[in-house]
Structure formats: C-alpha cells, structure tokens
C-alpha cells in the first residue's frame, strides 16, 4: 500500500484540486448549495481562510491559508467531502470503496501544492479563475458564477474584463 506524505507546514498556503470519481458528472454544481454549506459549516469549526475557489462541475480548485500552527488541511477536506456525501445516493462501489464506507462520490485522493511566494500564489489564484473558460464551460471568467473571481472584482483587485474573452480571438490566421 502506497504511503502519501503531505506536507506540514504551519499556516501555510496550499492550492488543492479535488475531483469527483465521476468525471463525466455535474454533481458538485447540481448540489452547489449543499457543498456551500457543509463548507462553511467545516470552515467555521476548523478556521482557515480561502484566498481563491472555482466550483467546477466534476472538480474544484482552492487556495487556502491555515491559522498560525495548524497545518492539518486534511482533516478539512475529509470533514468536507464526507458532509457533501452524507445523504447523496450511493454510486456502485468495489469492496474496497465499501470497506472504508466510502460512497464512491470523490476520488480517493486530492492534489495539494504548498505556495512558495507572492509569484506561485498570484500564479495559481490566475489559474483558478482562469480554470472555466481554460474547460470551455464559459467565454469570460466573469461569466463562471462560482467563483471567487466576483469577489476579487467586488474588492478592486481585478477587472471585470479580466482574461479576456475567447470568442474575441479570431481562427483565421492565414496570410
């Protein structure tokens, strides 16, 4: 059995992607208010601030910040994607999945990256707003409704227009 290390650093900032099993399902948009609020149910309990998040069908991407000498995320996302689970049918598992009472909703496991500077951190908060229209789900980052980006435009910290819209690059590039 693989062993995974996460990493432990205290208050750290870390990026996450977290999927669905189902690649193909819209669930986490389908239950966007169940996921909202078993979120700020696990968020007040265990504090810790979300500095960028997009809620894509199949998968999300945050950026978190920890409280000064806590490093345990994975608690967090255990308490958040059990809560999301908890009264969701099951979907059919192997024995596995059933041995460790797992619903078969989430992937097992979770990306996680520790941000290294202002740079890493103004990169990846990009790519998370950026994340709808890179999948095709929107033209302008703007148009993705569950995203952090509206607050970053409510605070000034960006444009409306930021990112562009893909329907203004033109394909015909000949001579």
């Keep these: 059995m693989s062993r995974y290390r996460r990493a432990k650093l205290e208050g750290g900032t870390f990026f996450f992607t977290v999927t669905l099993a189902d ?25 810790f601030e ?18 000064p000498s806590d490093t345990d995320f994975a608690t967090r996302w255990n308490l958040i994607k059990g809560g999301f689970s908890r009264g969701l049918p099951t979907i059919p598992n192997s024995s596995s999945k059933i041995a460790k009472r797992e619903k078969g909703i989430w992937q097992r496991r979770y990306w996680e990256h520790v941000i290294r500077n202002d740079a890493d951190l103004h990169n990846h908060i990009d790519y998370i707003h950026y994340n709808p ?43």
Excluded: N
């Excluded at 979300?50 to 409280?67: E, G, K, Y």
């Excluded at 929107?138 to 607050?151: G, M």
């Design 23 to 47: 690649r193909s399902s819209a669930l986490l948009i389908a239950e966007i208010d169940r996921l909202r609020e078993v979120y700020r149910s696990v968020q007040k309990r265990r504090p």
């Design 133 to 175: 229209v890179r999948h095709g789900l929107v033209a302008r980052a703007c148009d993705w409704p569950h995203s952090s980006f509206h607050l970053y435009v409510r605070r000034g910290e960006l444009p409306m227009d930021w990112g562009g819209d893909v329907r203004d690059v033109g394909g015909d590039f000949g001579e």
């Design 50 to 67: 979300t500095v960028a998040i997009c809620v894509l069908p199949d998968h999300l991407h945050a950026i978190w910040s920890l409280p």
